[in-house]
């Protein structure tokens, strides 16, 4: 009965059926994550991502300076746009990883 008021609804406003799931489907994951980060409303979360746009610093997760978002790597799963850890901190743990697997590495490039 509920699917045949959507595509009635759907052809007597010219909307695509498949376009009205896509939004259930994305209002469902938008209330998944509502519970996850505990927010009751969607002012809200509405105001946190406004609040981020006029942000011009973040604060890396590894060395907890506060630092220009210049620092960061760019991210586009990211919320804000950017990666957690800044630059400088990535770079270090790239070249520990490295010093610390250098004869694995070397093996990898011969074969």
Do not use: P
């Not at 957690?84 to 697997?101: D, G, I, L, T, W």
Request: charged share 35%; with cysteine.
């Amino acid at each position: 009965m509920r699917d045949k008021i959507k595509s009635d609804f759907c052809l007597k406003n010219g909307i695509i059926l498949e376009r009205i799931t896509y939004l259930e489907n994305l209002k469902e994951k938008l209330y998944d994550i509502f519970e996850r980060h505990k927010i009751d409303k969607i002012s809200e979360f509405t105001y946190q991502l406004s609040d981020m746009k006029y942000k011009t610093t973040k604060k890396c997760c590894r060395c907890h300076r506060e630092k220009n978002f210049d620092n960061f790597h760019k991210c586009s799963r990211s919320v804000d746009g950017y990666k957690a850890q800044c630059s400088e901190c990535r770079n270090n743990n790239s070249r520990e990883k490295y010093k610390n697997n250098k004869k694995l590495n070397i093996c990898v490039s011969v074969i």
